[in-house]
């Protein structure tokens, strides 16, 4: 069966910390990870994409790895700020065509002064 | 990446009543799907709205609760019609990243029923 599983299921920092999102993930075929960034209430908005061949995506302060090997994805998040409270979904498509996904459940993070 | 915007962006309505919800996207777009998002939770696919034919229903949703209309290639609705307080969610619209690189999302339409 196809899953995405991700933990923590929620997480507190303080402003100005580090934090690594996990994401495992048992889907097949694969053909990229993606994860997203869901405020409260809007739409999730794409942070990163890997595919099968790449093991680091960096977009600002957000660092995706991904090991094909142990269907392993994280996401880390440097020196945090307050408006990174969000929710963050990892996502991984089955297919070429974009239109078979598995979503994870998400992890809540809540950055606080 | 494309724009998409959806209306309205939030609704209250009434029970038994039915709300339409728009998805526009600034350029053309081989898919588009729609989803729902309970409370706490993850997004969970309604259809695949196809451009010139009946919309693609996942198990679970059927078309005479949530009928689909996409007359082209930049333009679809969701209707929830007969709706209940258990439909209470947000919906989102999606479109397919050419290449098969997954999904961008629509803002979302966060409705409640009373």
């Known amino acids: 069966k196809n899953q995405v599983e991700q933990s923590p299921q929620s997480l507190i920092i303080l402003e100005g910390k580090n934090c690594t999102l996990q994401?495992?993930?048992?889907?097949?075929?694969?053909?990229?990870l993606r994860w997203y960034k869901q405020d409260t209430g809007r739409g999730p908005v794409s942070l990163t994409i890997?595919?099968?061949?790449?093991n680091t995506k960096s977009n600002g302060r957000y660092t995706a790895t991904l090991d094909a090997d142990t269907k392993q994805s994280s996401l880390h998040i440097t020196a945090s700020q307050l408006s990174d409270s969000a929710s963050y979904i990892c996502?991984?498509?089955?297919?070429?065509?974009?239109?078979?996904?598995?979503f994870g459940g998400g992890t809540r993070l809540m950055v606080k002064p | 990446s494309a724009v998409i915007s959806q209306k309205p962006s939030r609704d209250i309505c009434q029970r038994g009543t039915s709300l339409t919800i728009q998805c526009q996207v600034d350029?053309?777009?081989?898919?588009m799907f729609w989803y729902r998002q309970q409370p706490g939770q993850s997004l969970t696919l309604i259809a695949t709205?196809?451009?010139?034919?009946?919309?693609?229903?996942e198990s679970g949703f059927v078309i005479d609760k949530f009928p689909i209309s996409r007359p082209n290639l930049t333009f679809s609705t969701l209707t929830v019609s007969n709706m209940s307080p258990e439909d209470s969610s947000i919906y989102l619209c999606?479109?397919?990243?050419?290449?098969?690189?997954?999904?961008?999302f629509g803002p979302g339409t966060r409705l409640t029923v009373t």
């Open positions: 999606s479109v397919g990243v050419p290449g098969g690189r997954g999904q961008y």
């Open positions: 994401c495992n993930y048992t889907v097949s075929p694969f053909s990229n």
């Open positions: 890997m595919t099968f061949s790449e």
């Open positions: 996502v991984v498509s089955h297919n070429n065509a974009g239109n078979m996904l598995t």
């Open positions: 350029s053309q777009v081989t898919m």
């Open positions: 709205a196809n451009q010139g034919s009946e919309a693609t229903y």
